[in-house]
């Protein structure tokens, strides 16, 4: 099959390549995903599970990427609930090869059924994003009717999910994100929004939940927005600073089938947006890991070229995202 794959570690970016890799091999409890889409994190290039397997062994080359939609090609010894052409997608595992690949093996219990109203483009810009907003906001964060939650990176995967959930919960919602990201935000739900480059971060008053995906200054920034009793929640890095009277705690997105099932529920019915910023194929994704963000969203890779007929959004989504750039 063809697959993007490592090279050296210090080369990063510059050191993939699509080549040709094996076949995956389906475990125990495993599902053979033929992939249609799939989504990555620029930045995962610098996790140590992109390296090493659990047990800290060496496995470059390795076949980066996390997120996938696509359809069940086979299935693992012991596989249950899952049938042979089943629409699935969902979330990898850190530390096996990924989803930037014709075919990828992944945990049966990792993956949710996908209506056949929710595109490839969008499902794949949902497993990490999507998680990640939901268990920052009310697994972490405790979210609740009427409290006020600060969003850092509107325009971004996260962040613009991130905005959606939190407004459908009643919250009162302040994003944060450069000017071109002002217009998405305020679509999105966003009751108030600041240009990091030209506002202050004061101006966003006390609240009660702080949802940082950057980190740095601004993360550090943040814990003086939070009221006492509140909670800054960050993915970025560990918090060096607390909130006076509240709390702050880091945490890495972790696979939940049941949500990934509820958040496509969301999509089908139009309560929920994933962003796809730019799509790009698969012969195309070694680029797609340094080109410049042009548009609000996730960047997503095509890795088949689906039939018109049956993923008619498709066209549609790529088009909304170039508008919103």
């Known amino acids: ?3 993007v794959r490592t090279g050296e570690r210090a080369a990063g970016a510059a050191g993939l390549v699509v080549t040709d890799a094996p076949y ?23 996790w140590p599970g992109t390296w090493t397997d659990r047990a800290g062994r060496d496995r470059a080359p ?34 096996r090869d990924g989803t930037l690949a014709e075919y990828v093996a992944v945990e049966a219990r990792n993956l949710a059924p996908l209506p056949a109203t929710v595109s490839h483009l969008s499902a794949a810009a949902l497993p990490i994003s999507g998680l990640t907003a939901w268990q920052g906001l009310f697994d972490h964060g ?4 009427g409290q006020r939650v600060l969003i850092h990176g509107a325009g971004g995967g996260v962040g613009s ?8 919960a009643g919250a009162y919602v302040i994003a944060t994100g450069r000017a071109r ?23 966003a008053g006390q609240v ?3 949802l940082d995906v950057i980190g740095g200054e601004v993360l550090a920034a943040s814990a003086a927005q939070v009221r006492p009793g509140g909670t800054l929640v960050t993915i970025a890095a560990p918090p060096t600073v607390s909130p006076a009277g ?9 696979p939940d089938r049941h949500r990934l099932a509820d958040l496509a529920h969301r999509v089908h019915e139009g309560r929920l947006r994933p962003l796809v910023s730019t799509v790009h194929p698969l012969a195309d994704a070694p680029h797609a890991f340094t080109a410049p963000r042009t548009a609000p969203g996730k960047p997503i890779i095509q890795v088949i070229e689906t039939e018109p007929e049956t993923e008619p959004e498709l066209e549609s989504e790529a088009a909304a995202g170039a508008a919103g750039a």
């Open 208 to 210: 009660d939940l702080v």
């Open 142 to 145: 405790r979210l609740a009717v």
């Open 24 to 46: 995956p091999h389906a475990s125990e409890n495993d599902v053979i995903v033929r992939v249609h889409a799939a989504g990555f994190t620029p930045g995962e290039l610098g």
């Open 161 to 168: 999910l991130a905005i959606q959930l939190a407004h459908q």
């Open 246 to 254: 509240g709390r702050a705690l880091f945490f890495i997105v972790e």
């Open 1 to 3: 099959m063809r697959a």
């Open 181 to 203: 990201d002002r217009a998405i935000a305020t679509e999105l739900g966003a009751h108030a929004f600041l240009d990091l480059d030209a506002d202050r971060l004061a101006d």
């Open 62 to 95: 390795s076949i980066p990427g996390h997120e996938v939609s696509g359809v069940v090609a086979e299935l693992g010894y012991g596989t249950t609930g899952l049938t042979v052409g089943q629409r699935v997608f969902g979330l990898t595992d850190w530390t």
